[in-house]
């Protein structure tokens, strides 16, 4: 007996609702209410990301410490009295007894001020594109997020229709054993792969939920925004197109800084002192008196790099070695972006063509699918057929949802890493 026959008389599956009442629940509470937005609207939020923020917070810091590192210290200011006696102690009873104010301004080599104001300006430039790499990145994130949320949702969607196409097709197959026909095998393939479904349908409840919390972390909230269309960005291999390798550079020039700070090293450090001295006058009729009188004390220091072997020296060499280093970091940093825009561009590349093969072999299933039902309404073919095809497309379309979002993910993934976009 066919299933064209079966099709109106097959009993209700009353085992359906709990499925895809399931289903609905996990939609409802993974789902998180909020307005429709733009994704420009979402990604300003990301300039408020507390990792872009400390970033930033920390390049104001050294904006302000290169600042800082230019000025001169405080001036010591003293006061006192010089050669009072013990004996009677006054200031009108000895001619050298006196009062003192002095002044004492250090100045420091401008040498080693400067360079360390310039090395704080490279540490600077260093947390600023930190953290303009930190917010391309998270831009990735959210767009990655974006897309494994619509990819979730449209799976979900393909699985909900995939527990209908089952049901459906144990009923035609239900109404076919009792004609007579020996499929108990076939039953029990349903059961299995509806089975299936329904572990990666609670499987996908758990993905949402997770994506969902990730993008809770980004913007505050899980949004139902659609990702925007990534196109790969074309990349000539230019070392400072990269937001890694300009990092590297801003450190090459922090340890430049130190070098130049370990060769003024060697230069004096200067003092400046100002002193005034006031004498008060003696009783007239003393045998010895003396007049009041007012003077003043001034002087230079300056350091001599006597102990500069023990000292500036390894100072210096320890600097020269730091600076190598660096242009070796850069070097590395350098290579390893290379590798990875390269690794990320032939994943897409391929990401891209599998969803090529997948239109296609899901433009075939199209084909297949409106032959078997123009065969089945001519009554010489089998609804399960077009059932069987129809749960094969839908599985196909699942497989097609989760290339176009790992397409967009890696498009994303790898424009983040150039600074020119």
């Not at 007996?1 to 009993?11: N, P, R």
């Not at 007049?291 to 072997?309: C, E, I, K, R």
């Not at 059932?387 to 839908?394: A, N, S, W």
């Amino acid at each position: 007996m066919s299933g064209k026959f079966l099709w109106g008389a097959q009993a209700p599956n009353y085992g359906a609702f709990w499925r895809l009442g399931l289903a609905s629940l996990i939609l409802a509470f993974t789902a998180s209410p909020c307005a429709a937005q733009s994704f420009e609207e979402l990604e300003a939020r990301l300039a408020d990301h507390p990792s872009v923020l400390a970033l930033r917070h920390e390049a104001e810091a050294r904006e302000d410490l290169s600042v800082a590192a230019r000025a001169l210290p405080d001036p010591a200011i003293s006061l006192g009295v010089n050669n009072v006696p013990f004996s009677n102690p006054a200031f009108d009873r000895a001619a050298m007894t006196n009062k003192a104010i002095g002044v004492r301004q250090d100045i420091p080599n401008w040498g080693v001020r400067r360079a360390r104001a310039e090395r704080e300006e490279g540490e600077a430039r260093a947390s600023e594109l930190s953290a303009d790499y930190q917010l391309s990145m998270l831009r990735a994130e959210l767009i990655g997020g974006l897309a494994e949320k619509q990819r979730i949702r449209e799976q979900i969607g393909y699985a909900e229709d995939k527990l209908k196409l089952y049901d459906e097709l144990e009923g035609i197959l239900r109404g076919e054993l009792e004609a007579g026909r020996a499929i108990y095998f076939r039953l029990s393939e349903v059961d299995v792969e509806r089975a299936d479904v329904e572990r990666s349908l609670a499987e996908l409840g758990a993905d949402l939920a997770r994506v969902d919390a990730a993008l809770v972390d980004l913007v505050g909230e899980a949004p139902e925004t659609a990702p925007p269309p990534v196109v790969l960005q074309p990349w000539d291999g230019e070392a400072l197109a990269l937001y890694a390798t300009q990092i590297a550079d801003a450190g090459i020039d922090t340890a430049k800084a130190g070098v130049g700070e370990g060769k003024a090293a060697f230069g004096p450090n200067f003092g400046v002192q100002l002193t005034y001295h006031q004498r008060e006058a003696s009783d007239p009729s003393l045998l010895d008196s003396f007049n009041g009188d007012d003077w003043f004390s001034a002087g230079v220091t300056f350091s001599v790099p006597l102990w500069a072997p023990k000292n500036q020296a390894p100072k210096l060499r320890a600097a020269k070695a730091r600076e190598a280093g660096a242009r070796a970091s850069y070097q590395k940093t350098y290579r390893d972006g290379r590798e990875r825009l390269a690794t990320l561009a032939a994943a897409h590349a391929a990401s891209r063509k599998n969803i090529e093969i997948l239109r296609n072999k899901a433009k075939s299933l199209d084909d297949i699918i409106a032959s078997a039902r123009r065969n089945y309404e001519a009554g010489s073919g089998d609804y399960i057929l077009v059932l069987d095809v129809e749960i094969g497309r839908l599985t196909l379309l699942s497989e097609l949802a989760s290339e176009r979002a790992r397409s967009t993910t890696l498009a994303a993934q790898a424009n983040s890493q150039l600074a020119v976009q």
